[in-house]
């Protein structure tokens, strides 16, 4: 395994291409590590300035530099970036991150030379992420990659590796908003020398990381890619979200990444076999990294219990739950006896789903009933709806003017004290009232400290459920 420890925890920071231009080069990357106040040495290098961005001094060369550098950012034109490396090399810096781009993601016989030629230039076991890439960032350490990311007081359990620089930051402002903060997040572009499976094996091992997920075009080394695959699946969920899967993807990651795809159903089949998770965009690799967070520890089964509000409601999210192989079994006659004494029989429905009709809204009815379906032998996993846009009118109309964290506070004491996991539904019918934002973060908020995964339809929730319970299936090998 290669160990990883200086990139993340870095004692010295190198940025070459930092400029007085705040745009320019590595000088975003200098900006960010300022505004999160990180708090080691950052050294600046410009051949053609002596003064950079917050006046910091600028040395000729990394060579000039006193003392040691444990990780450079390069970010020059690609034709200088060899001469660099060599630099890099000399100055027995431990690792690289060349967020410059122009070399084999062009396709190009000029770019392909140019990272062969850097590669070369490489010498005293020092480590490349990239080249076209954001590299590492690392919340305990505070070092950042752009002024996007940011040090947030929760701490993270999901380490991140992305092939592309836009969707590293498009999937931290998704979990940032879903609740699976990042602890480790790392953007690895063409993969010249370090690769995905580096970083998986890495993270395998990072006792603060529960969950990997993985943006990736192209898998280098094959072989060796599947045998850790294999073993770190066995240690923690990994779950994949493969770009490049179409004729017309595959051009495109080519022209993004360099990469060239083999077949998807091969790469589909291979992954699942070594025990990763296949999702299908980067809205299902988020419902599965909230959902692996949450769940995983926990032995699943198919029996789900349903809890809604309406007819109409009860029908659907048992066809949604249904289509994915799982089970909505009635009742006990026991439980069903329990929920009669709580709710009449007009306008309501007790075997399963349990539809509670406008009873829903009532806290106690409603805490009272999730505990006594979380307790029937025949409920495995248990799913309750609730809509934070009919919040503020029921909130009116049963004088309880927070009447969400009513709710949220009963369903705490529920969660705490049964064994089966909960799934909450939260749609989301966009619409824009700043009190409906409000209400719907703090929910979700709350959702997230009491460890109870989100999603915004039954039948993606169902989706998790399904692809988790076969993630088990691999570990009870």
Known sequence: MVNLDRLFFPEHVCLIGASEAALRGVTPYLFALKKVNFNKPIYCVNRKKKKVMYGLDAYPSILDVPGDIDYAIIGVPAEEVPQLIKECSQ?????????????SELGTEKGEKLEAELMKNVTNNLRIIGPNCLGPYCQESRLVNTEIFEIKEREGHVGYIC??????????????????????????????????QDFIEYFTTDPKIEVISCYIEQVKKSTQFLGILEESSKKKPI???KGGHTIEGELAAASHTGAMSSSYEIFQSAIKQHGGIITESMEEMADLTLGALYLAPKKLG??????????????????EVAK???????LSLDTREKIRELIPEVNTYDRNPVDLG????FVSVFSKLIRYIAEDPKIDILIFQFMTERAPQFAERLNDRHIEKSFLKRIKRVVKTVSIPFICILPNFNIID???TKIRKAFIDELTNIE?????STYRAANVISKLIEYQKFLDK
């Not at 994915?324 to 009635?330: A, C, F, K, R």
Request: aromatic share 14%; net charge neutral; with cysteine.
């Open 324 to 330: 994915l192989g799982l089970n909505v079994p009635e």
């Open 163 to 196: 092939q592309s620089g836009g969707h590293t930051s498009a999937f931290y402002f998704i979990g940032e908003n879903r609740g699976f903060p990042f602890n480790k997040v790392v953007s690895i572009g063409n993969q010249c020398d370090l690769t995905i």
């Open 452 to 456: 109870v995964p989100h999603f915004p």
């Open 358 to 361: 406008m009873y829903g809204w």
């Open 239 to 241: 779950i994949f979200w």
């Open 302 to 319: 198919k029996n789900v219990g349903l809890v809604v509000a309406g007819g109409g409601a009860s029908v659907e999210l048992t066809d």
């Open 91 to 103: 100055k027995k810096v431990k690792y690289v991150t060349i967020f410059t781009a122009g070399f």
């Open 434 to 436: 700043p009190e409906i």
